[in-house]
């Protein structure tokens, strides 16, 4: 099993940046994907960025030149830096690692942007 922990969330005006972090610690030999997924109330999950052990990293398009992700190997630990943040950010990040069919999630971050 992989424990995650979230930091970094907050309240930020639109235009403003922040920078979440993601710890992993347990198996996480077995972690092949780490990445983020956002949520607000009432609706789906919606993916942001993942990147895989071998830095192969996706964003989803409408973070896609604003938001970065990168991981720390000797500190397993990914982070998603946000800059140009709009109201429309504004959700619940959770951080998830992948180990074959299991997925893991952490506690959630609120982020919210005002206008």
């Known amino acids: 099993q992989v424990q995650l922990v979230e930091s970094g969330g907050g309240l930020v005006q639109a235009g403003g940046s922040l920078r979440l972090s993601c710890a992993a610690s347990g198996r996480i030999d077995t972690i092949t994907v780490m990445g983020w997924y956002r949520q607000t109330p009432g609706n789906e999950r919606e993916f942001v960025a993942s990147?895989?052990?071998?830095?192969?990293?996706n964003y989803a398009d409408s973070v896609k030149g604003r938001f970065t992700i990168s991981r720390d190997n000797a500190k397993i630990t990914v982070y998603l830096q946000m800059n140009s943040l709009k109201p429309e950010d504004t959700a619940v990040y959770y951080c998830?690692?992948?180990?074959?069919?299991?997925?893991?999630r952490g506690q959630g971050t609120q982020v919210t942007v005002s206008s």
């Open positions: 998830y690692a992948k180990q074959g069919f299991l997925e893991s």
């Open positions: 990147i895989t052990r071998s830095n192969i990293i």
